[in-house]
């Protein structure tokens, strides 16, 4: 693939300061797209009905699966996205992070998303500089009957978080898109998935970056074995947290990597929880459900019986 020019990359930066999205089309290759749509049938079999369990702000058929690089090779190369890589240093900074991986698969019927932003995991009022980007990719088309993200243009700038408690109706416009495209959603971005009734599935990913001064979304240190992410590319090592960010970060005041090779080396691809982990799925699932609110509870129960047997 090719790179992105100097003036594409000034061109997305601009734009994501100025609408606090900008999508880029052409960006998941034909051969790339079919190597993550196989990887998601997968995970539909190993790890039916996604990871969380249904809720009204997850989605009740939306499949989200997480902790991704436990799992097929493709994430590694979904979290390093060449043309990603080139224009996040210019929205989150040079030091930045992955966040969190996740899958957006909206089933056909699935009600809009509340309208929310990607950075209130973090309390900081606005304005702040940007501490999260998403990137939404598009494996199916983005339209407003596919339930394409619903986007506040520009809301980036404004100078309140959105109301979370659903009394005010924002202008929003659908984040249209056709399948192979990448559209960055900067962390202040007022949006939320929609409505989906177009009889299919909306087949997305939401990989997630930070500014390298924040806390992960994701555990992603703490859930892939050290051995393991010592085989994973550089470039991606660097992003799970192992470069160091205006300091921060180190073992020894040097890169953690030395002392890991140490510690925990020689670099091992098998982890033998693997084995475990997928068949831990439905009591995974049964334990978070036994902690729901009632309400959400019954509709879940009826979910996880589909999607994973028997709850009792
Ligand atoms: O799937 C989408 O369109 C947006 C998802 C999202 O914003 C979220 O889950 O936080």
Redesign the pocket.
């Known amino acids: 693939m090719r790179n992105l020019t100097d003036a594409e990359v000034t061109g997305f930066a601009d734009e994501i300061a100025r609408d606090g999205v900008a999508i880029m089309e052409g960006a998941i290759e034909p051969d790339f797209l079919a190597e993550i749509a196989a990887e998601l049938e997968r995970l539909e079999t190993v790890r039916p009905g996604g990871d969380i369990p249904p809720g009204p ?3 009740f058929v ?1 499949r ?1 699966w997480f902790d991704l690089l436990n799992d097929g090779e493709v994430w590694q190369r979904v979290a390093i996205h060449p043309w990603v890589m080139q224009v996040l240093p210019k929205v989150l900074g040079d030091g930045f992070l992955l966040s969190t991986m ?1 899958s ?1 698969v ?1 089933g056909d019927g699935e009600a809009a ?1 509340m309208i ?1 932003t ?1 950075d209130s995991v973090y309390l900081f009022p606005r304005p702040h500089p940007n501490l999260v980007c ?1 990137t ?1 990719w598009a494996l199916s088309d ?1 339209t407003l009957d596919t ?4 986007i506040v243009r520009g809301s980036n700038n404004f100078a309140d978080d959105p109301d979370m408690t659903g009394k005010t109706e924002y202008e929003w416009t659908p ?1 249209e898109m056709p399948a192979g495209s990448v559209a960055f ?1 900067v962390g202040t971005t007022y ?4 409505h989906n009734v177009s009889g299919s599935d ?1 087949v ?1 990913l ?1 990989i997630n970056y930070c500014n390298g001064s924040m806390r992960q979304q994701e555990n992603l240190m703490m859930a892939v074995h050290p051995a393991r992410m010592l085989t994973f590319p550089s470039e991606l090592q660097d992003i799970l947290g192992f470069r160091n960010c205006k300091g921060a970060g180190h073992m020894f005041a040097q890169d953690p990597r030395q002392e890991m090779l140490r510690h925990y080396g020689p670099a091992d691809p098998n982890d033998p929880y693997m084995e475990r982990r997928n068949a831990l799925h439905a009591e995974r699932l049964r334990e978070r459900l036994a902690s729901a609110s009632d309400d959400v509870a019954d509709r879940q129960d009826v979910q996880l019986r589909d999607s994973v047997g028997n709850t009792d």
């Open positions: 702000f997850t989605g939306t989200r996740g957006a909206v998303q929310h990607d998403n939404m983005f339930g394409a993200t619903r984040l959603v949006h939320g998935a929609g909306r997305a939401t």
